[in-house]
């Protein structure tokens, strides 16, 4: 296992963590809030259990996860989607504390609460399936020419062609339910919309410079949901 990389998982998890926690928290006005820490909690520990698979199993691919959301050989349109989805979430996020929490607009109940945790894990624990199955599962799009990318069409990837973004739906309606705010939920239809746009627009780049993924496309009807879409 490759420290370095280990190292720099473990910063960047603990980074991400603090900077989510201070905006739920700020825009909430107070720490006294439970299902936020257990929130930053289930993030955290799923996120490093499948962050050190990954260093194990295929550190490649995890040095991949860990680079910027903007690179260089990434289209200038997904660079300019990644940068609107990580103000979104900030917004959602502060949205979600203002609400939940500091002036309480919405009331939850405690058992959608824990559907919506139970959701999030589900998202994050299907994860692993994914990566299993797709070494080139980066969060850019981009073709990764110098790790030999190819097509991707065992597992998840035999059914749908855009299972990490099918896997995501739970874990955006889960964390505003887990959080209890019914506006957070409210946005999680544009969200959904954003990421299925974003998988339209990635299979033209895949179709145009990936060998075989025109052939893909014609065996995999499906993008998120089999039968649906």
């Known amino acids: 296992?490759?420290?370095?990389?280990?190292?720099?998982?473990?910063?960047?998890?603990?980074?991400?963590?603090?900077?989510?926690?201070a905006l739920l928290f700020v825009a909430a006005g107070t720490l006294a809030w439970g299902a936020a820490w257990l929130w930053l909690l289930e993030w955290g520990v799923l996120g490093s259990w499948i962050g050190l698979w990954l260093a194990r199993t295929d550190p490649g691919l995890l040095a991949?996860?860990?680079a910027p959301l903007t690179q260089r050989e990434q289209a200038v349109w997904d660079r300019?989607?990644?940068?609107?989805?990580?103000?979104?979430?900030?917004?959602?996020?502060?949205?979600i504390g203002i609400d939940a929490m500091r002036f309480h607009w919405s009331h939850v109940p405690f058992w959608l609460g824990m559907c919506g945790a139970a959701g999030i894990f589900v998202s994050l624990y299907a994860m692993r399936?994914?990566?299993?199955?797709?070494?080139?599962?980066?969060?850019?799009?981009?073709?990764?020419?110098?790790?030999?990318?190819?097509?991707t069409d065992s597992g998840p990837y035999a059914y749908v062609r855009h299972p990490m973004y099918a896997f995501a739906i739970p874990l955006l309606?889960?964390?505003?339910?887990?959080?209890?705010?019914?506006?957070?939920?409210?946005?999680?239809p544009l969200m959904v919309a954003g990421i299925g746009w974003r998988a339209v627009?990635?299979?033209?780049?895949?179709?145009?410079?990936?060998?075989?993924?025109?052939?893909?496309?014609?065996?995999?009807?499906?993008?998120?949901?089999?039968?649906?879409?």
């Open 1 to 21: 296992m490759d420290n370095a990389l280990v190292k720099r998982l473990l910063v960047q998890t603990f980074i991400w963590l603090v900077f989510q926690g």
């Open 129 to 151: 399936a994914v990566f299993t199955a797709n070494r080139y599962a980066a969060p850019v799009v981009k073709i990764q020419r110098d790790r030999g990318h190819t097509v």
């Open 64 to 66: 991949e996860r860990l």
């Open 201 to 229: 627009r990635e299979e033209r780049v895949l179709a145009a410079e990936l060998t075989g993924y025109r052939e893909y496309l014609e065996r995999v009807k499906y993008r998120f949901v089999p039968g649906v879409w």
């Open 80 to 95: 300019i989607f990644m940068m609107a989805v990580s103000v979104g979430w900030c917004a959602w996020l502060c949205l």
């Open 173 to 188: 309606a889960g964390t505003p339910l887990m959080l209890g705010s019914w506006w957070g939920f409210a946005c999680v």
